[in-house]
Nanobody, 121 residues
């Protein structure tokens, strides 16, 4: 069955960089929009970045100019390159993928389990 898995989180100093990956696997017919969310303790989950099937991107104002989302459809992967990280970027980052499984007429929303990003000051 279809599943998504994030990786690449870790501990980094302010100003550093991390590259998150989200891999979709299973019997996939198509990958549609793929988004990155994050949730810090005591805060609501927020959309950080997203990329459509055609490659159009969107970003939260707080990360514009610092984060870059991209995808590799051949590999069923989406990436989030995070540069100039700030302590306020500390959160659990989740991949959310709209995926149509093979044999299904509709797409479904799939969430990864999250990967922790911690930025020290």
């Amino acid at each position: 069955q279809v599943q998504v898995l994030e990786s690449g989180g870790g501990l980094v100093q302010a100003g550093g960089s991390l590259r998150l990956s989200c891999a979709a696997s299973g019997t996939i017919f198509s990958l549609n929009a793929m988004d990155w969310y994050r949730q810090a303790p005591g805060k609501q989950r927020e959309l950080v970045a997203g990329i459509t099937k055609g490659g159009n991107t969107k970003y939260a104002d707080s990360v514009k100019g610092r984060f870059t989302v991209s995808r590799d459809n051949a590999k069923n992967m989406v990436y989030l390159q995070m540069d100039s990280l700030k302590p306020e970027d500390t959160a659990v980052y989740y991949c959310n993928a709209s995926i149509r499984p093979l044999g299904f007429a509709n797409a479904f929303s799939y969430w990864g389990q999250g990967t922790q990003v911690t930025v020290s000051s």
